[in-house]
């Protein structure tokens, strides 16, 4: 019986036990889609990233959830960047190389303190941005969370946007009510595939810079995603676009806490960068990563 190695990394914390939990596959050359999708099974991970080739500072990575494959997620991009340096799996020192996804090449590059990685930043997927659904859409999605019409903040927009998946936001007036919602998920599970969105992303302000949020995944096997990666990236690129947060020279800057509510708190740092003419020219996250533990599975 072959034995496969793996690693599980919290992203977005520098804790154990916080943040989003990923398991990596370092080495999965030669496996084949089936055999990927039945050791994910055999983890009992929410998610999981394969390293399926590599070469110098090029890796390819694909990555699955539960109930298959999906083109992008961000905290696993976080966790293994990190990951492949403190593995020795690129030159010691180096500060950029390059992950292959299905949806394009990203970068990555590192953040040393006293010689030491401590921060990946990843660029994500160009993002993308679909026109609001009509109100009575958003209507279903509250009562299926929990919530009414009073929860939603009106000076902040609600939307469908992408960098990596399909997500649909919803503002809400304080902290307090992203902690209140208590979702239906099979209902919820059914809007998403009307909408045609892998996850519903609430959030809140806390500041000119900073939000809350909770992001439900239901339609991809995980009622609750603790710390995502790739809707927070998409989140910055909703806010940048509708010009509600601040702007310094040719870049918006947030922080958005997340993964409180389920007791795995995490920070993601969203930058979103500007070209002359205002468009959106690139959205990049960044956080930190912490090894849990070394496993072997057998298939």
Not at 187 to 201: I, Q, S
Not at 256 to 275: A, F, K, S, W
Request: proline residues 8%; glycine residues 10%.
């Amino acid at each position: 019986m072959a034995k496969l190695p793996y690693l599980l990394v919290d992203a977005f914390t520098e804790m154990p036990g916080g943040g989003n939990r990923v398991a990596l596959v370092l080495d999965a050359r030669g496996m084949l889609d089936e055999e990927m999708r039945r050791a994910v099974a055999l983890m009992k991970q929410p998610q999981a990233a394969f390293v399926t080739d590599y070469q110098e500072r090029f890796f390819e990575v694909r990555f699955y959830t539960p109930t298959g494959e999906v083109e992008f997620a961000g905290h696993a991009l976080v966790a293994l960047g990190l990951t492949l340096v403190r593995e020795g799996r690129v030159p010691e020192g180096t500060s950029k190389f390059f992950l292959r996804t299905p949806v394009e090449t990203l970068p990555v590059e590192i953040r040393y303190r006293e010689g030491v990685p401590v921060q990946a930043e990843v660029r994500g997927p160009a993002p993308r941005f679909r026109d609001p659904p009509p109100w009575r859409f958003v209507q279903r999605f509250l009562d299926a969370l929990g919530g009414n019409e009073r929860y939603i903040h009106r000076g902040l927009p609600h939307g469908v946007a992408f960098t990596g998946l399909w997500s649909l936001f919803l503002p809400l007036v304080a902290p307090g009510l992203v902690d209140a919602l208590e979702p239906q998920m099979e209902e919820l599970a059914e809007l998403c595939r009307e909408l045609e969105v892998a996850t519903v992303h609430t959030y809140a302000p806390m500041g000119p810079r900073s939000f809350y949020a909770r992001d439900f995944a239901p339609r991809l096997g995980i009622p609750e995603d603790p710390v995502t990666g790739s809707a927070n990236a998409a989140l910055g690129s909703l806010l940048a676009r509708a010009g509600v947060v601040p702007r310094w020279e040719e870049e918006v800057r947030l922080t958005i806490l997340q993964g409180h509510h389920l007791g795995q708190p995490g920070v993601v740092e969203v930058r979103v960068d500007y070209g002359p003419a205002g468009n959106i020219l690139a959205v990049y996250l960044a956080g930190s990563a912490v090894l849990v533990e070394s496993r072997l599975l057998e298939l």
